[in-house]
């Protein structure tokens, strides 16, 4: 049976953690994997999950399955949370995933099952699980231009003018704020100009959302999403709590689906459906939590302020790390960064450059020059700016 398989296609993020694993060096720095870092370098637990989680080990009297959609009042909260009052409540189809992945991987294959073989349309670059999964789902899968290395941010005629090749039905992955991996976000005139080409071509979006309220604030990340959400008839949602949160490993999140109110019961039952065929229930400590600190202001309150301190330690890190670089180029060249969101920056590096990184430098970026800056230390930006600069960058 197991003749046939090859070398197995890794993922170059998973595979960069793993060579930072090995790496003896002491001085090593970790800009690799998207994870958030404190100032002492740790991914903590939040202190409201913490919380919840002490509140759910207390008053929790079963174990037993949740249903297939999973907790709805977690759904409900979620959808509130992304969407807003953007459109009607009986518009919504929601059910609870393991992660963002899992939601990706649901609505795929939603596509493939009710489209007739739409096209999954992708950023150029993206986050290299998008096309994977969609391929996996059965999608065939194009990308379209999106960022423009000359100013550092979106090149809204070249998406506009790849996507209007999209044919009536076709489906295209948006990043709803942070986008990964350039840190380049559309504008809210952008989202309007995409909205409207999606409309006039009968196109469904799919907007992944893993780092709502990483970038400005939970409002403005969700701000443009919403605008589109009001737009369109139709639109898929998939919502990541691992970052936000800080879940990562208990596989939270969610997938939203807007289509018109008489659609809904078919929709929710396909959701269902393919939810049965996969991980037939969800887990639910991470909803749980998310749900029980969604439902306690005091709790929503501790929530609001950490993800502001985490938001506001990687804008620091931004500015800290375009003013080193200024001082060590005498250049302006990379006030890109403070005009990036979330936790990632693509940088101007050569594929020579990286490896020149890692193995002169011991500093770890993704093979692309992506960045987490959420990885950096306050005490090591002039090490970094001065080892950016020594290779070339
Ligand atoms: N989408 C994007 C753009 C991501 O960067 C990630 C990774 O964290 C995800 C989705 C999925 O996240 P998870 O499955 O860990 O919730
Ligand atoms: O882009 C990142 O680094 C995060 C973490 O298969 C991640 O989104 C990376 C790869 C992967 C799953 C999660």
Redesign the pocket.
């Known amino acids: 049976m197991f003749s046939s398989l090859g070398e197995a296609s890794t993922d170059s993020i998973l595979a960069l953690m793993r060579a930072y694993r090995e790496d003896p060096r002491a001085e090593k720095i970790d800009l690799g994997v998207?994870v958030y870092r404190d100032a002492a370098g740790t991914t903590p637990i939040m202190a409201a999950v913490k919380e919840a989680e002490r509140h759910l080990v207390e008053t929790q009297e079963t174990k037993s399955y949740v249903g297939l959609s999973g907790d709805e009042t977690f759904n409900a909260a979620m959808a509130r949370l992304v969407l807003g009052d953007a459109v009607a409540d009986e518009r919504v189809s929601a059910v609870q995933t393991p992660?963002?992945?899992g939601a990706?991987r649901l609505l795929s294959e939603l596509a493939a099952t009710a489209g007739d073989r739409p096209i999954l349309w992708v950023s150029a670059p993206t986050?290299p699980n998008h096309m994977a999964v969609g391929a996996r789902a059965g999608l065939v899968c194009r990308s379209y231009r999106y960022f423009d290395p000359e100013t550092h941010m979106p090149d809204t005629d070249a998406m506009l003018a790849d996507l209007s090749e999209a044919r009536r039905g076709d489906v295209v992955l948006v990043?709803g704020c942070c986008h990964?991996p350039t840190g380049a976000d559309l504008d809210a005139a952008q989202w309007d100009r995409l909205t409207a080409l999606v409309v006039e071509r009968g196109l469904v979006p799919l907007v992944?959302i893993?780092y709502l309220g990483f970038g400005e604030g939970l409002e403005a990340d969700a701000a443009g999403l919403r605008r589109m959400a009001a737009g369109v008839p139709e639109m898929l949602v998939s919502v990541?709590c691992?970052?936000n949160f800080g879940l990562?490993r208990d596989r939270t999140?969610v997938a939203l689906v807007i289509s018109p109110p008489h659609q809904r019961g078919a929709v929710q039952a396909t959701l269902e459906t393919l939810v049965r065929t996969n991980w037939s229930m969800p887990p639910d400590h991470g909803a749980a939590v998310v749900r029980t600190i969604l439902a306690d202001e005091a709790l929503v309150e501790m929530w609001h302020d950490e993800l502001a301190t985490m938001r506001e330690r990687i804008v620091a890190l931004r500015t800290g790390l375009a003013e080193a670089m200024a001082t060590h180029t005498g250049s302006d060249h990379y006030s890109f960064l403070k005009q990036h969101r979330g936790m990632f920056s693509l940088l101007p590096a050569s594929a020579a450059q990286v490896e020149a990184l890692r193995k002169d430098h011991a500093i770890y970026v993704t093979g692309d020059g992506r960045a987490n800056l959420a990885g950096l230390l306050e005490d090591r930006l002039d090490r970094i700016a001065e080892a950016f600069t020594t290779v070339g960058m």
């Open positions: 998207g992660g963002g992945s990706l986050w990043h990964n992944d893993a990541s691992s970052k990562y999140g």
